[in-house]
């Protein structure tokens, strides 16, 4: 696979961020003809050549050594995630691979059980795609409007991100939409450093910038996430306004796939408690609000 576009825009909007004055450079006489350090800058900083990085700059990052790539993430300022990314992009630079789909995998009943547990909390394991794979009641009652969409697909698969921009009634859903956009495509740009010859991630980037311009600008940016923990909250349409924290850790489920476990908490005594616990008792009472089965999924 060609990465080579990525790999050039994702180093040249980390060089445009920094000044010469942030990284403890003179900034010279007279006016800059592209914002940021330039590339000669860059390499000084790295401790190559200037020709060396110009031609990494291009995209020419297969067989780089880490110890260049660190060189590299440090003169940029790289945060954990963006690290990661650069690192993921030269994995994916090497020859001898093909596009493919992941195979099957499988969220393991104990998952489950696990999620159905909680019952004060709304939680569920999603993949890198951002499709929801497994969720208790709770979490289900919670994400109604995201199960009840038109977005989501023939077995019923829900997906934030196809949710998040596809259907107008995401905008009142997410309380801070632009946040709530802003972390789902970072999310999905470092899955798709992770996993390039992923078909199934390639053709929801392509069904969303092709039909959305929201996301289509979001994706040029190049931004970048790992995803651990920070604050949501929902407009819900039968309960109001719930603030709640979340926390996100990592399910290894095989070689090819990583799960992410969420778990939705509210502050105790707060109203957006006293609105989880509605919704909870709402779910209780609802058997067809079940959980999403313990099933294969791609």
Known sequence: MDNRSDIRDFLATRRARLSPERVGLPSGSGRRRVPGLRREEVAVLAGVSTEWYTRLE????????????????????????ERVYLFDLARAAKPARTARRRTRTRVAPAVQWMLDSMTASA???????????????????LYAPMYDSDTTD?????NIARFQFLDPRAQDFFADWDSAANITVALLRSEAGRHPYDKALRELVGELSTVSEEFRTRWAAHN?????????????????????????????SSENDLHDMTI?????????????RLL?????THPALTHTPAEEVK
């Not at 939680?123 to 929801?132: L, S, T, Y």
């Not at 023939?154 to 829900?158: S, T």
């Open 58 to 81: 291009k995209g020419h990052i297969s067989g780089v050594s880490e110890e260049v790539l660190d060189a590299v993430a440090r003169a940029l300022q790289l945060d954990e995630a």
């Open 123 to 141: 939680a569920f394991v999603r993949n890198g795609r951002m499709d929801i794979l497994a969720i208790n009641p709770l979490g289900r009652a």
């Open 154 to 158: 023939e077995r019923g698969q829900v």
């Open 224 to 252: 970048v996430r790992i995803h651990h923990s920070g604050v949501k909250a929902f407009a819900h349409p039968d309960v109001g306004l719930v603030e709640i924290t979340y926390h996100s850790m990592q399910l290894s």
């Open 264 to 276: 939705y908490t509210a502050e105790p005594g707060s109203a957006s408690e006293d609105r989880l």
């Open 280 to 284: 909870a008792s709402w779910a209780a």
